[in-house]
């Protein structure tokens, strides 16, 4: 079929220039994070197929409120980007939707911002109607009180970042429409959330274990779930290569079976309407008897991401959970840097294509499910209850004593905390 213009204009290569602010402040705080979070930007780049052509960092006591890098070095990036021969300028920071217009009259360029171009990544690889649509929210929801500052990149032909889904409406899309966009898409995700809260409601019932995979983007936690459950999953060395969440059945050495799902990386600087578009799928973690952290042992930033980890688990509410910290791909440092893998809480050091490695994990994991042993006295005529104990536990002895029959088991916290009570009057 014969390519339209709209095929061969979005096809078209963006090359882009990338800017960041560093203020006075950040200077004398944060100069090292800044330093990485601009690297992050260049890999998000990368990610969404952008060619970087160059990087700018400003240094000012403050954002200018109309220019963000102010007007000088403004003039100084139009210069720039002819020589380069550049059409987009990415920014690390965000910005407010009068910097934008301001900018794109400026340079004549597609502006676009951390937040925007996360976004844009984020829209690329949904898969399942739930991501879908909280993506398109998380898009509406920043993109509402930017409409003045986001007339070009609305109106350039053919689309590319920051016109993907929501973005490709034409100009003229009003506050109004964006606002009725925005209510019909809760809707639907508040019955999708309905769905997946009785799904999760009907596992708790059945009192199954659940563990999630948490940890900053790209640490590996797809690999494990893959190499751990046999999962057919995407494992790239990208940026957000999982957006909806996986969950399958993960079978541990005494021969219980769990559910281990995989959820979406954290980063830097996430997107605030992007943590709450996402919270529905990121409740899992809140769902779970214990959090898997899983970190990139060969990240020079490996300590500022577990803190952001940390961060966003506490917005979340699931700070208090049982935490294993995994400190991953271990294969990549040296014998120095492994020592230096420690903390905080329980942790372990492994390779997730190690097979040693992952047995060790299924050990931990089952040495963290435990549970209680019990003893029970059992009337020797109440096969129900009988029967009960050996589908709950694992039943390490039995003896029969008089009418009564003296069984030894092995409950699991969640069992004993769901059926438990039915047998609460014969332990011993």
């Not at 990338?18 to 705080?29: A, I, N, P």
């Not at 990544?121 to 003045?148: D, K, M």
């Not at 993907?164 to 506050?175: A, I, N, Q, V, W």
């Not at 803190?307 to 700070?319: D, H, I, P, T």
Request: glycine share 8%.
């Amino acid at each position: 079929m014969k390519p339209t213009t709209h095929d061969v204009i979005a096809a078209a290569e963006e090359r882009a220039i990338l800017v960041s602010l560093l203020t006075q402040e950040e200077r004398k705080s944060r100069a090292r994070q800044a330093g990485y979070s601009m690297e992050e930007l260049i890999r998000l780049a990368e990610t969404a197929g952008v060619s970087v052509l160059d990087t700018v960092v400003q240094s000012r006591e403050a954002a200018d409120s109309k220019w963000f890098i102010g007007k000088g070095k403004v003039s100084e990036l139009r210069e720039l980007s002819e020589a380069l021969n550049a059409n987009m300028v990415l920014f690390d920071q965000e910005l407010s939707g009068v910097q934008v217009r301001n900018l794109e009259e400026a340079l004549d360029l597609k502006i676009i911002d951390r937040t925007q171009l996360i976004l844009d990544i984020f829209a690329r690889r949904a898969r399942t109607r739930e991501g879908i649509l909280q993506v398109e929210l998380a898009q509406l929801t920043y993109l509402l009180p930017r409409l003045s500052g986001h007339g070009k990149n609305l109106s350039r032909l053919g689309g590319g970042i920051g016109t993907r889904g929501p973005g490709e409406s034409k100009l003229e899309t009003d506050r109004r429409h964006i606002r009725s966009r925005i209510r019909d898409l809760k809707r639907q995700l508040a019955e999708v959330i309905r769905h997946r809260t009785l799904h999760r409601a009907r596992r708790r019932k059945t009192g199954v274990y659940q563990a999630a995979l948490v940890g900053y983007t790209n640490a590996g936690k797809s690999t494990l779930l893959k190499q751990l459950t046999h999962a057919d999953v995407l494992v790239e060395n990208q940026l957000f290569a999982t957006l909806d969440p996986t969950s399958r059945l993960l079978k541990l050495p005494a021969g219980k079976e769990i559910v281990l799902t995989d959820t979406v990386g954290f980063i830097q600087n996430l997107p605030h309407d992007l943590v709450a578009a996402f919270r529905a799928t990121l409740e899992e973690v809140l769902e779970a008897d214990l959090i898997l952290h899983v970190v990139d042992s060969a990240s020079t930033m490996r300590e500022e991401q577990m803190e952001v980890v940390q961060q966003v688990l506490a917005e979340l509410g699931a700070q208090g959970k049982e935490q294993l910290t995994l400190f991953n791909k271990v294969d990549l440092c040296s014998p120095e840097e492994r020592d230096l893998l420690t903390g905080p809480g329980d942790f372990m050091r492994l390779s997730a294509y190690r097979a040693e490695d992952l047995d060790k994990l299924k050990e931990r994991i089952q040495d963290k499910i435990g549970g209680v042993s019990l003893e029970y006295r059992i009337p020797a005529h109440r096969g129900d209850l009988l029967a009960q104990a050996y589908r709950i536990g694992e039943v390490t002895s039995s003896q029969t004593d008089g009418e009564e029959i003296r069984l030894t088991v092995q409950i699991g916290r969640p069992e004993y905390e769901v059926h438990g009570h039915a047998l609460k009057e014969y332990e011993v």
